[in-house]
């Protein structure tokens, strides 16, 4: 599905991270977790190829990305789903237009099976109401939602997941979560979660890494996982060094 081979990525003459390693199989839920600035969306978009790695290799679903062609990357970068931090909606778009675009740009479908497809996705993201508002005239819960309902419309195989519930109250962050678990039930993707939020990591993901110091390594499953303070960071990290 996915596979990272000792990547490393430098920005001018800062190291972000080095010797990365990670795979992720079929229909698993991987969770990153980390302090803030560590790197950890940097990792999701070397990992689905928006950005270059400068060292190692990227492979997604057993391909190469460095030595396929323009043409086979983009065939390959259609079976994955992005759901951006910042939600990152078109907001000259309303909705209803914002959870077609990935259709209309992407796949030869009828305009009549887009309409059916972006429908009922909004009834199941409780969105069907709010189909014509604009991005300015949604909550914050709402953009997380139609950011999310953007990124799987076309049924990935594999999601990047940064940061979901970010900012949002208690209670929308688990309608969120409950939302990203009955969605992967139903659609049976991978998945890989950037998340600092234990009750969300707990939920989501089967495997946890933890992105610190430049490098990523594993720490096993979510349970009792619930790091924030940068002293219990280094205690996390020293456990497993």
Not at 43 to 60: E, M, Q, S, Y
Not at 80 to 97: H, M, V, Y
């Amino acid at each position: 599905m996915l596979k990272l081979e000792q990547i490393a990525l430098e920005i001018g003459s800062r190291e972000i991270f080095s010797g990365v390693n990670l795979e992720v199989k079929p229909e698993e839920s991987v969770a990153i977790i980390g302090p803030s600035g560590a790197g950890k969306t940097l990792l999701l978009k070397v990992a689905c190829g928006l950005i270059p790695a400068t060292r190692g290799r990227v492979f997604l679903f057993g391909q190469d990305l460095s030595k396929v062609s323009f043409r086979e990357k983009q065939h390959l970068l259609q079976k994955l789903g992005f759901s951006f931090q910042q939600s990152a909606l078109f907001d000259f778009l309303n909705l209803e237009s914002n959870l077609a675009f990935p259709l209309k740009e992407g796949f030869d479908l009828p305009d009549q099976e887009i309409k059916r497809r972006v429908v009922s996705l909004a009834k199941e993201l409780g969105l069907i109401d709010a189909i014509r508002k604009m991005p300015g005239e949604l909550s914050g819960g709402m953009k997380k939602r139609v950011s999310l309902g953007r990124a799987i419309i076309h049924h990935p195989r594999l999601l990047f997941c940064d940061d979901p519930t970010g900012g949002l109250d208690p209670i929308t962050a688990m309608q969120i979560t409950d939302l990203i678990l009955n969605l992967r039930q139903k659609i049976k993707f991978s998945l890989i979660l950037v998340s600092n939020e234990s009750s969300v990591i707990r939920k989501l993901s089967d495997r946890v890494y933890l992105l610190y110091q430049a490098s990523l390594r594993e720490v096993g499953s979510a349970r009792g996982l619930e790091f924030k303070q940068e002293k219990e960071w280094d205690e996390l990290s020293g456990e497993y060094q």
